[in-house]
């Protein structure tokens, strides 16, 4: 064969070889897998045993030296290497900070004048890098990787034996061409996969309830919040219609997944709504839901995105508020009114009041002013836990001793019932705050007197135990026991609530506000005690109040 035809045979063969690759390159998404192939082909192609490529770092902070002048070309990294160990890579440094092109990186192309001072510039930092390799590199190419006038990187190649000739580097750059096409999809492809991870992570870690339905309102996607709402799993619920996963009550509102004749407003905006989910144990959650149409490229309606917010507490917060007012102004406006009555009385210029009828009327306001002072420091207290949290005044509290007084001052307030006090003789001083402790036993006291109408035993006692929340440690159990109308087993979970009052009868006619057990449980709470309370119908309530013993270390 002559020479020129040898040559087509080589130059055949060689494109041959290109396709090859380039169809096996745009089949690689993986990044460094691509790289590797791209390194490894392009040394093949020219008989290279060594190379490298680095390409320029994607979102990667700007450098600046010490003088905080920035680094040219700083961002360039080393991302596949062929022919070298690892140890060496540190040496290729002048490499990477190279770029002694002035203008568009891209101009470098069909610029025989720029191409010229690139190689030069090339071959000089090549001998860099030989001087702390302390061997020769040989003839070195660099092939920079252009996608639509971006340089994306630069594939370097080393050769000892024969130079590179114009055909290798024209041969070359043609595939860098190709290389750089699939590294660029690459790219593309890895960033999509990353904001795809990064949305799918937000949607599945955030508090609000998610949920992507088809056109045909099936579910695709919901969110582990949304599921945990739901009291389902993830598995149970994709791919069934909307309507039987998301099983609203009391609708205010457009619930798309309801109504299927709402698709064509849908289209125009998002649509919201307001509903129950009931929950297996009889309670529910107040959700807020949008609905919010997401389309295709072509305009088509793609996806609709469920929002489900959890509004329970805004509901609570609501529903307390209105109870706020109604009981406090009833239990405010109470003893204001008597107080008036029997100032005015008192103080009427055409009547002369014997001196035990007066005395009887002041101490009416007398004590109808320690209620009202009484229910404003309640409030108060009630304010300061929500806060956050109750500030105690330590020492060391003799918890008999408090007891006692507190008992005696409750005898001379009482005939119907009788009050025990049966303490062991060993009970432990604890480190509490006496004043709130006092709290709690006056609030425990006031309940089993004012829930005990037919009279009866209220005794209190009390014993020291090992504590089950701190091995080793001791803890004072404390009980206030009556015999008077109990609790129902369905009031029990709701007791220590904000404004709870019973449902009985005697809730008409007795005073309070239902925060007695609220503060005597956050008291407990802040001395890392623990309270429970075993009741039944009729037959009487127990409170028990256990205490650290040894509460400061
Ligand atoms: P106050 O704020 O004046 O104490 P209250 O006594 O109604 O008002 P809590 O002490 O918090 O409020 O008690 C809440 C509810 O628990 C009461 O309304 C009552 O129904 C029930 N309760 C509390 N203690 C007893 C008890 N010893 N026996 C029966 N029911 C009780
Ligand atoms: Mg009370």
């Known amino acids: 064969m002559d020479a020129p035809s040898l040559m087509a045979a080589y130059q055949l063969r060689q494109r041959e070889y290109l396709l090859r690759i380039t169809r096996a390159m745009n089949s690689r998404l ?47 990294r080393i991302r596949a290497y062929y022919g070298f160990s690892r140890q060496l890579l540190p040496t290729f440094r002048p490499l990477l900070e190279f770029w002694p092109v002035p203008g568009s990186r891209a101009e470098l192309q069909d610029n025989e004048a720029l191409l010229d001072r690139y190689r030069y510039e090339l071959e000089e930092r090549v001998r860099e890098v030989e001087a702390h390799l302390g061997r020769p590199l040989g003839q070195v190419i660099g092939l920079p990787l252009v996608f639509e006038e971006e340089l994306l990187g630069i594939i370097y190649l080393f050769r000892t034996g024969s130079a590179f000739t114009h055909l290798d580097w024209e041969f070359l750059q043609g595939f860098a061409d190709q290389a ?16 795809r991870g990064r949305l799918a992570a937000i949607i599945d870690n955030s508090i609000n309830g998610f949920l992507i339905l088809t056109p045909g309102r099936r579910v695709e996607v919901i969110n582990q919040a949304l599921a945990a709402m739901l009291g389902l799993s993830k598995e149970e619920v994709v791919g069934r ?13 457009d ?10 407003r849908l289209l125009e905006s998002p649509l919201r709504c307001e509903g129950d989910i009931p929950r297996p144990d009889g309670s529910h959650i107040s959700v807020a839901v949008t609905y919010t149409p997401l389309f295709d490229e072509r305009g088509r309606l793609a996806n609709i995105i469920g929002n489900v917010v959890d509004i329970t507490p805004f509901r609570e917060e609501e529903e307390i508020k209105s109870t706020f ?104 001083v604890i480190v509490g705050d006496e004043e709130r402790l006092r709290q709690v036993f006056t609030n425990l006291l006031s309940n089993a007197i004012k829930y005990s109408p037919e009279g009866g035993t209220i005794r209190i006692g009390g014993w020291v135990e090992e504590d089950p929340r701190r091995p080793g440690r001791q803890r004072a159990v404390i009980y206030v026991a009556d015999q008077g109308i109990g609790i129902p087993e369905s009031e029990l979970p709701h007791i220590f609530d904000r404004f709870y009052r019973g449902d009985t009868g005697l809730r008409r006619r007795t005073s309070g506000v239902g925060l ?37 270390e």
């Open 325 to 428: 007012v109604s009981i406090i102004s009833h239990e405010l406006k109470t003893p204001v009114a008597i107080i008036k009555g029997y100032a005015q009385t008192l103080a009427r210029p055409d009547a002369e009041w014997d001196p035990e009828t007066a005395r009887q009327g002041l101490q009416v306001i007398e004590e109808e002013a320690d209620r009202l002072e009484t229910l404003i420091d309640t409030l108060l207290d009630v304010s300061r836990i929500q806060a956050g949290g109750l500030k105690l005044d330590l020492a060391e509290v003799d918890l008999a001793r408090l007891l006692e007084r507190i008992v005696a001052a409750y005898r001379t307030q009482t005939e119907r019932h009788c009050i025990e006090l049966d303490l062991p003789p060993d009970l432990p």
């Open 516 to 552: 007695g057990l609220y503060l005597v449980h956050a008291i407990v709470e802040a001395h890392q005690g623990e309270i429970w309370i075993r009741s039944e119908v009729g037959k009487g309530t127990t409170v028990f109040v256990a205490l650290p013993v040894d509460e400061r």
């Open 241 to 253: 219609p909307c309507d039987q996963v998301l099983r609203l009550q009391n609708v205010a509102g």
């Open 30 to 76: 993986d990044l460094p897998s691509l790289l590797r192939l791209i390194l490894a082909s392009a040394a093949e192609l020219v008989a290279a045993p060594a190379g490298l490529i680095v390409l320029y770092e994607e979102d990667e902070p700007v450098e600046f030296d010490e003088s905080g002048t920035r680094l040219e070309g700083g961002r360039l």
């Open 180 to 195: 750089a096409i699939a590294v660029r999809n690459a790219r593309l492809y890895q960033q999509l996969a990353r904001e």
């Open 255 to 264: 619930n798309l997944c309801d109504e299927p004749d709402l698709l064509p």
